[in-house]
C-alpha cells in the first residue's frame, strides 16, 4: 500500500489523538510507543533517499518528462534509442538504471533549436519570475533574453557561440585561472583521493546486461572516433539517483561546492572517461553562466584540450577551469598500453553572474520547466 506524505501526517495525527483520549490508560502508553516506533522509521526511510543539493524551484513535470524520475537530458552528440523499459515494477527505468536517458520533451531547452519559440517560453518565464519576486538586478538577464536571437541566430562562424543562452556584458575568456573559483577548486583538488577512489569503484562494476560493455550506470556518447564514457551524479540540473547512492563521498563533496550550479539545467557533475585513440567533435556548451571544471584523475600522455584554440593540459590531481561556450574539443592520442584519461567534470557559475542573477535563471530554466 503506498502511503504519501499528507496521509501519513493525517494518520499519526489521528493516531496521537486517539493517544491523547486515553493516554492515562496501558492502552494509551502502548500506542504512544508505536506511533512514535512507526514515525521513527518513517523518518529513517526518507533520509536514506538522495538528498537535493539545494533548495531550487520545483514546478509540476509537464507532459514530456519521463517516468520513474528520469531526467529529460539532451540528444546532441549521443546517439542510441528512446525506448523506455520499467525494472521489476520500481518505477526506474532500464535507462536510468544502464546511465541512458534521452529527450522525449519537446518543450527540453537543452534540445530546442533556437527561435522565436524558445525566445517567447524565455521571456514569459522572466515576467513571471519579475512578478513573483522582483525585477531588481534583471538588467542583464533582460537584455540577454531579448536579444537571443541577436547572438544565437547569426549563422557566422564565431569561436564562441552559446546554443541556448547567451547573457551580455559578461567577461570571457577560453580559460580561467582557478583564483576565479578558489574555494572550490581547492576543495576539489583536497577531495582528489576520495574521487578517484569512487570512480574505480564504479567504473569496475560489472556490465548491467550481456552483451553490454558499459558498466552499471555508465553512458556512452557518439564521437568520430574512439570510445566516450560518462557517469553522471547530476545530469541538466537532475540528480542521477542510482548513481549518487554509489557515490556517497564525492555527492558530499557536491554539496560543499559554493558555486556548483544545482537547480537548473545547466548543470552537471560526472566522471568522464576518454579510451586511447578517442577525440570529441567540436562543439559549443549551451550557456556562458557557468564555468567547466575539470579535475584531472588518470591523466597519460597524449591527452589535450582545446578551448577557443587555445591548447591545456589535464594534470593529475590538479583542475583546469574553461568557458565550454567557446568552441572546444579533446582527444587522446595515447596508446592502449597508456589506459583511459579520466576527468570529475563538474559546472560551476561563472563569478560574474550576480545571486540574483543566479536566482532568476535558476526560475526560468529549472529542469522540467
Known amino acids: 500500500m503506498e502511503w504519501s506524505l499528507e496521509r501519513m501526517r493525517e494518520w499519526v495525527a489521528g493516531g496521537m489523538q486517539s493517544v491523547r483520549e486515553c493516554e492515562t490508560s496501558a492502552l494509551g502508553t502502548a500506542l504512544c510507543l508505536a506511533f512514535l516506533f512507526i514515525w521513527y522509521c518513517y523518518r529513517v526511510g526518507c533520509e536514506h533517499a538522495v538528498p537535493s543539493l539545494r533548495g531550487g524551484f520545483s514546478p509540476e513535470p509537464r507532459g514530456g518528462a519521463l517516468p520513474g524520475g528520469v531526467l529529460a537530458s539532451d540528444l546532441s552528440a549521443r546517439g542510441g534509442s528512446s525506448k523506455l523499459r520499467q525494472v521489476g515494477g520500481s518505477g526506474v527505468s532500464e535507462e536510468e538504471l544502464n546511465g541512458f536517458a534521452y529527450c522525449q520533451s519537446t518543450e527540453c531547452f537543452r534540445c530546442s533549436k ?10 514569459h518565464s522572466l515576467q513571471e519570475y519579475a512578478k513573483r519576486y522582483t525585477w531588481a538586478g534583471m538588467g542583464r538577464v533582460h537584455k540577454g533574453v531579448r536579444e537571443q536571437g541577436r547572438y544565437l541566430l547569426c549563422n557566422r562562424p564565431s569561436i564562441q557561440k552559446p546554443e541556448v543562452f547567451f547573457l551580455p556584458d559578461l567577461p570571457s575568456a577560453p580559460f ?23 570512480f574505480e569503484s564504479v567504473y569496475r562494476l560489472p556490465s548491467s546486461r550481456s552483451g553490454s560493455s558499459l558498466p552499471l550506470g555508465w553512458k556512452a556518447n557518439s564521437t568520430p572516433r574512439g570510445q566516450w564514457w560518462t557517469f553522471y551524479l547530476v545530469n541538466q540540473g537532475t540528480p542521477m539517483v542510482l548513481n549518487a547512492r554509489r557515490c556517497p563521498r564525492t555527492w558530499r563533496v557536491l554539496g560543499q561546492l559554493r558555486t556548483f550550479i544545482a537547480n537548473n539545467v545547466f548543470g552537471n ?18 550557456t556562458n553562466v557557468r564555468l567547466r571544471c575539470h579535475l584531472g584523475l588518470k591523466v597519460p600522455s597524449g ?19 574553461f568557458d565550454d561556450s567557446f568552441l572546444h574539443t579533446a582527444f587522446h592520442d595515447g596508446s592502449a598500453e597508456d589506459g583511459p584519461r ?19 535563471l535558476d526560475y526560468i530554466f529549472t529542469p522540467g520547466r
Not at 580561467?176 to 569512487?198: G, I, N
Not at 557533475?269 to 567540436?282: H, K, N, R
Not at 584554440?309 to 593529475?316: D, F, L, V
Not at 579520466?342 to 532568476?360: I, S, T, Y
Request: aromatic letters at 8%; hydrophobic letters at 40%; proline letters at 7%.
Open 114 to 123: 533556437p527561435g522565436e519559440g524558445l525566445n517567447q517560453r524565455l521571456y
Open 176 to 198: 580561467f585561472s582557478r583564483e576565479a573559483q578558489k574555494h572550490d577548486v581547492e576543495l576539489l583538488e583536497r577531495s582528489f583521493p576520495a574521487l578517484l577512489a569512487e
Open 269 to 286: 557533475a560526472c566522471f568522464s572517461v576518454l579510451s586511447p585513440g578517442t577525440t570529441i567533435t567540436e562543439h559549443y556548451g549551451p
Open 303 to 321: 591527452c589535450e584540450l582545446v578551448v577557443g584554440g587555445e591548447p591545456q593540459c589535464w594534470s593529475e590531481g590538479s583542475c583546469l577551469l
Open 342 to 360: 579520466v576527468v570529475f567534470m563538474v559546472d560551476l557559475w561563472h563569478p560574474n553572474v550576480a545571486a540574483a542573477e543566479r536566482q532568476a
